[in-house]
C-alpha cells in the first residue's frame, strides 16, 4: 500500500524537469504528502499541465461505502466495476520523487523512505474520476520489488519514463496498458529509513526526510 509520498521540489523545479506548465494551485515542495491532500498530477485530458488533484475518494456502493479510496491494486483494477471505467478513460500520472512504507519491528513499525538511486522525480500511476466537479485520484499498487519486499507486503507502481507517455494515450489497448503495471527495477531504487514524525500526517518539512541511523 502506498499511504505517504514525497515531493521534495519547488513548483519551479517541477515545471522545468517535467517541461510543462504548473498550475497555480500546485502546492510543492510536499515532504509528507497524505490521503486528503491536494498534490500535483498530470491528467490524462490535459497531459500538457501539471494541476492540483484531491488523493482519495469515497463511494456509496457496495461494501467499500464511505471509506477513502486511496489505492487499487494493479492486478484486479481492469475488472473491478469501480474502477473499470477509469481504468480505460482516466488514467493520470501522479508525481513523486519518494515514497513511504513501515517495516514492522519488534518496538513498533519503522518508516522508510524509498526513492530512485539519482533522486529524480518519477510518477505513479495513477486513476482519477470527478468529484463535486474536481479531479480527485488513487494509486495503483503491484507487488513489491526486492527493495520494497523487506520493508512492505506491496509497492506503488512506479512508471519508467518511455512508459508515461503510453499510460495517458486513452485508445491505447487494455493488454498493452496492463503490461505497464509491473514492479520498478529495483537495481535503480534504494531505501533508507526516517523519522518516525512521519507518522503523524500533520508533520511537515525537509527534516522528515533526512537518513536516520537505525540500529538492526
Same mark, same amino acid.
Given at each position: 500500500?502506498?499511504?505517504?509520498?514525497?515531493?521534495?521540489?519547488?513548483?519551479?523545479?517541477?515545471?522545468?524537469?517535467?517541461?510543462?506548465?504548473?498550475?497555480?494551485?500546485?502546492?510543492?515542495?510536499?515532504?509528507?504528502?497524505s490521503? #486528503?491532500?491536494?498534490?500535483?498530477?498530470?491528467?490524462?485530458?490535459?497531459?500538457?499541465?501539471?494541476?492540483?488533484?484531491?488523493?482519495g475518494?469515497?463511494?456509496?456502493?457496495?461494501?467499500?461505502?464511505?471509506?477513502?479510496?486511496?489505492?487499487?491494486?494493479?492486478?484486479?483494477?481492469?475488472?473491478?466495476? @469501480? *474502477?473499470?471505467?477509469? *481504468?480505460?478513460?482516466?488514467?493520470?500520472?501522479?508525481?513523486?520523487? #519518494? *515514497?513511504?512504507?513501515?517495516?514492522?519491528?519488534?518496538?513498533?513499525?519503522?518508516? *522508510?523512505?524509498?526513492?530512485?538511486?539519482?533522486?529524480?522525480?518519477?510518477?505513479?500511476? #495513477?486513476?482519477?474520476?470527478?468529484?463535486?466537479?474536481?479531479?480527485?485520484?488513487?494509486?495503483?499498487?503491484t507487488?513489491?520489488?526486492?527493495?520494497? #519486499?523487506?520493508?512492505?507486503?506491496?509497492?506503488?507502481?512506479?512508471?519508467?519514463?518511455?512508459?508515461?507517455?503510453?499510460? @495517458?494515450?486513452?485508445?491505447?489497448?487494455?493488454?498493452?496498458?496492463?503490461?505497464?503495471?509491473?514492479?520498478?527495477?529495483?537495481?535503480?531504487?534504494?531505501?533508507?529509513?526516517?523519522?518516525?514524525?512521519?507518522?503523524?500526517?500533520?508533520?511537515?518539512?525537509?527534516?522528515?526526510?533526512?537518513?536516520?541511523?537505525?540500529?538492526?
Amino acid at each position: 500500500m502506498c499511504g505517504r509520498y514525497t515531493i521534495a521540489k519547488s513548483r519551479q523545479v517541477l515545471g522545468a524537469l517535467l517541461r510543462r506548465e504548473v498550475s497555480e494551485d500546485v502546492i510543492a515542495p510536499v515532504y509528507n504528502a497524505s490521503p #486528503g491532500q491536494r498534490l500535483p498530477v498530470i491528467l490524462d485530458r490535459a497531459p500538457e499541465r501539471v494541476v492540483s488533484a484531491l488523493w482519495g475518494f469515497r463511494t456509496d456502493a457496495g461494501r467499500l461505502a464511505g471509506r477513502l479510496l486511496i489505492n487499487a491494486r494493479a492486478e484486479t483494477v481492469h475488472d473491478k466495476p @469501480l *474502477f473499470r471505467d477509469a *481504468f480505460r478513460r482516466r488514467r493520470c500520472l501522479v508525481i513523486a520523487d #519518494g *515514497f513511504y512504507e513501515w517495516q514492522k519491528r519488534a518496538d513498533g513499525k519503522q518508516p *522508510f523512505r524509498i526513492t530512485l538511486r539519482d533522486d529524480r522525480l518519477f510518477a505513479f500511476a #495513477g486513476l482519477w474520476m470527478t468529484r463535486n466537479r474536481a479531479p480527485v485520484f488513487l494509486i495503483l499498487t503491484t507487488d513489491p520489488n526486492g527493495v520494497t #519486499g523487506p520493508i512492505h507486503d506491496r509497492m506503488p507502481v512506479i512508471l519508467e519514463e518511455r512508459e508515461q507517455a503510453p499510460w @495517458l494515450e486513452r485508445e491505447l489497448p487494455t493488454d498493452e496498458v496492463r503490461r505497464l503495471l509491473d514492479p520498478y527495477p529495483e537495481g535503480e531504487m534504494t531505501a533508507y529509513p526516517v523519522s518516525r514524525a512521519v507518522n503523524d500526517s500533520r508533520n511537515e518539512g525537509p527534516e522528515l526526510i533526512e537518513p536516520l541511523a537505525v540500529q538492526r
